[in-house]
């Protein structure tokens, strides 16, 4: 991997700057997700700067997405009233012009979610962020998971993130051990976060969340990849406080909180893979 030509918009300083736009303009995030996940990325995002709204009500969600700077779409704990829901926040934002992002959560896991993931995949995502398996899965490759755990490394899902990019039109982040961001064409990896952050749950969630806070102030690319190293960073300063998994979503919190751009040099890598 090298970084010699990466654009600074996708560097660590571009990653700062972006994280500085975000803690300035506070923007309203547009949350329909999961039981598991809400209070944890309402935490993060409130830590990172942003200002969130968990809105899933089929009343109201198309006049929130109005109201909203972005909206992340997460299928955790799913049932048709919240799917209607989906639908409607997701084609409201495409029609409104404002990025949303798809974490399909367990995709591959049921017939009905991994149908709904990829329903809500043609819907104009800015941004769609998964673990390998899920990101597997939604491309229509064999290999995909049996839960809302990855069965599979990201360095297995790079292929099937790039051809999940250019079917829908989404950029494609996938999370593991290293992150990848495609557009179907540049390939860029950030290495951070640490080997506990699985044994915490919702804290793929709470990222795709972040994601969404990025794509506010950033175009999806540079979104995506911003935020994964605020995140990855983020995390490592927090996995070497803690004693455990327990106490992690708080450190992390209190680490994105603190968040600085020697930290988030020291803590995060961003490599620019292809074009090589
Ligand atoms: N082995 C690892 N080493 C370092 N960081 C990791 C590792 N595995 C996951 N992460 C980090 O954990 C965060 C969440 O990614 P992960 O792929 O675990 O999401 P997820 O499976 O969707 O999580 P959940 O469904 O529990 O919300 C990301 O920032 C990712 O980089
Ligand atoms: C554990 C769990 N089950 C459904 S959603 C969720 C949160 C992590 O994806
Ligand atoms: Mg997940």
């Known amino acids: 991997m090298s970084n010699q030509t990466i654009p600074s918009s996708l560097s660590i300083e571009g990653a ?7 803690r300035d303009g506070r923007p309203l995030v547009h949350n329909i997700t999961n039981y598991v996940a809400m ?17 899933h009500a089929v009343e109201e969600v198309e006049d929130f997405v109005a109201i909203a700077s972005a909206l992340v ?24 012009g404002k990025p949303w992002v798809l974490d399909p ?3 591959g896991a049921t017939p009905y979610r ?21 990101i597997i899965s939604l491309s229509g490759a064999a290999g995909g998971g049996k839960g809302v755990d990855s069965t599979a490394s990201s360095d297995a899902a790079v292929e099937a993130a790039r051809a999940l990019a250019r079917a829908s039109g989404a950029v494609v ?15 860029v990896a950030i290495e951070g976060g640490d080997a506990l952050m699985p044994a915490s749950t919702a804290l793929g969630c709470a990222l795709s969340a972040t994601v969404a806070a990025f794509a506010a102030v950033r175009p999806p690319f540079e ?12 995390g490592a300063e927090a996995a070497a406080r803690v004693k455990g998994p327990g106490h992690l ?21 961003i490599s620019l893979v292809e074009p090589a």
Do not use: F, H
Not at 42 to 55: D, Q, R, T, Y
Not at 88 to 95: E, F, H, P, T, V
Not at 122 to 129: C, H, L, M, S, V
């Open 114 to 134: 991994t149908g709904v993931a990829a329903e809500l995949s043609k819907n104009g995502p800015a941004i769609i962020r998964g673990n390998a398996s899920e």
């Open 16 to 22: 700062a700057e972006a994280l500085a736009a975000v």
């Open 73 to 96: 779409v997460n299928i955790g704990t799913l049932s048709e009233p919240w799917v209607e829901g989906m639908r409607r926040a997701s084609r409201q934002a495409a029609a409104l």
């Open 105 to 107: 959560v367990g995709c």
């Open 173 to 187: 982040a996938v999370t593991g051990a290293i992150d990848y961001v495609t557009d179907g064409e540049r390939l």
């Open 223 to 234: 979104a995506a990849v911003a935020a994964l190293a605020v995140y990855g960073a983020a």
């Open 39 to 55: 209070t944890v990325s309402a935490n993060v995002l409130l830590a990172v700067g942003a200002s969130p709204a968990m809105i």
């Open 249 to 269: 979503p708080a450190e992390l919190c209190d680490a994105l909180y603190a968040l600085d751009a020697a930290t988030l040099a020291r803590r995060a890598a």
